[in-house]
C-alpha cells in the first residue's frame, strides 16, 4: 500500500519561494502518475500539476504556469514541487497524490487518483 507524506509548507512573503515534497513508502513510484492538488479557504479542490508515469506528459494549471515545476527522482522515491513568485492566492492546503499507472490529463480531476498525503499548508502573506 503506497503511502505518501507532504513535507516542505509553511508561511512565506509574497514573491517568495517554497519547495513542497512528496515522500513514498510502501511501493516504487516508479509505475505511478504522480501530481499535486490544492485547495484554499472557501474554494474547491484544484489540481496544481502532474507528471505521468511515463513521464511523457506534464501539465500546470494555467494559474501557476511559469511559477511552479513539478519533478520526480525515484531513486529517493520522492516528488517535488518548486513554487517560486508566490503569491496570496497561491495559499491553501497542498496535496500530493499518485495513481497507479496513471496518466496526466490536462484537466487533473478528470482522473482519480486512489493515494493522497494528508496535507501541508502554504501560506503566503505580508
Known amino acids: 500500500q503506497l503511502q505518501l507524506v507532504e513535507s516542505g509548507g509553511g508561511l512565506v512573503q509574497p514573491g517568495g519561494s517554497l519547495t513542497l515534497s512528496c515522500a513514498a513508502s510502501?511501493?516504487?513510484?516508479?509505475?505511478?502518475?504522480i501530481g499535486w492538488f490544492r485547495q484554499a479557504p472557501g474554494k474547491e479542490r484544484e489540481g496544481v500539476s502532474c507528471?505521468?508515469?511515463?513521464?511523457?506528459?506534464?501539465n500546470y494549471a494555467d494559474s501557476v504556469k511559469g511559477r511552479f515545476t513539478i519533478s520526480r527522482d525515484n531513486a529517493k522515491n520522492t516528488f517535488f514541487l518548486q513554487m517560486n513568485s508566490l503569491k496570496p492566492e497561491d495559499t491553501g492546503v497542498y496535496y500530493c497524490?499518485?495513481?497507479?499507472?496513471?496518466?496526466?490529463?490536462?484537466?487533473?480531476?478528470?482522473?482519480?487518483?486512489?493515494?493522497w498525503g494528508q496535507g501541508t499548508r502554504v501560506t503566503v502573506s505580508s
Open positions: 510502501g511501493s516504487t513510484l516508479d509505475y505511478y502518475g
Open positions: 497524490v499518485a495513481e497507479y499507472l496513471g496518466g496526466c490529463p490536462r484537466r487533473m480531476s478528470s482522473q482519480p487518483f486512489d493515494y
Open positions: 507528471i505521468s508515469s511515463s513521464g511523457s506528459s506534464t
